[in-house]
């Protein structure tokens, strides 16, 4: 009797145990594609995974950066995990007027501020946020406020990878400015690399 109980308690153990571990150490993937259209070869589009289930996702450990340098929202598109810190330094010599467009998923107004001074924003709806200046008109910058951490932004081929995606079957889309949005489905095993193609793409109606 005792060595029974013995080695139930063991096979307990062992059980609890290695069920966390194997979760944790689930081996992710990688998802390569491009955006095939010569507008994206000029600006950047942010490609996303759409929310697959009620995961919430922590905030990652250092702040995105919505930089303004030489007069320009550098880099040009930032996507970001709904609810992150944002932080927007000024490193001009010039002030800026940070503030977005009316049809911007959060709205915020930074004021004007001096270079070295860096200001913070959180967003809580995900979503598209068009970045303008009081002082410089023809400064333009977008956030794409993701549901998920797992988002790239396109280089000047028009490419993109994102990288540490668990296994699964998830919506990939993406958000230009200039281009209708589509989405995809993408699946995506554990050490493997899937390509993908978001196809022929049109421009947005004005
Ligand atoms: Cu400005």
Avoid: W
Avoid at 62 to 67: H, K, S
């Amino acid at each position: 009797m005792t060595t029974k109980s013995g080695y139930g308690v063991g096979a307990l153990l062992i059980v609890t145990i290695l069920l966390p571990d194997n979760i944790f150490a689930q081996e992710t993937g990688t998802i390569r594609g491009e955006l095939d259209h010569a507008i994206a070869r000029r600006i950047p589009a942010a490609v996303y995974i759409e929310a697959f289930d009620a995961t919430v996702f922590t905030e990652p450990a250092e702040n995105p950066v919505m930089d303004q340098v030489n007069l320009t929202y550098t880099p040009h598109v930032l996507p970001v995990l709904v609810g992150s810190t944002i932080d927007f330094p000024n490193s001009d010599s010039t002030r800026h007027h940070v503030y977005t467009s009316r049809s911007s998923v959060c709205q915020f107004e930074l004021g004007i501020y001096d270079a070295g001074v860096v200001k913070h924003v959180k967003c809580d709806e995900t979503g598209v946020v068009m970045l303008l200046c009081n002082v410089h008109a023809e400064m333009r910058g977008f956030l794409v406020v993701s549901p998920t951490p797992y988002f790239a932004t396109t280089d000047a081929s028009g490419d993109f990878v994102i990288e540490g995606v668990p296994p699964g079957t998830y919506s990939l889309t993406f958000e230009h400015e200039r281009l209708e949005s589509k989405s995809l489905e993408v699946t995506v095993s554990g050490g493997e690399e899937t390509l993908v193609t978001f196809g022929k793409l049109s421009r947005k109606r004005r």
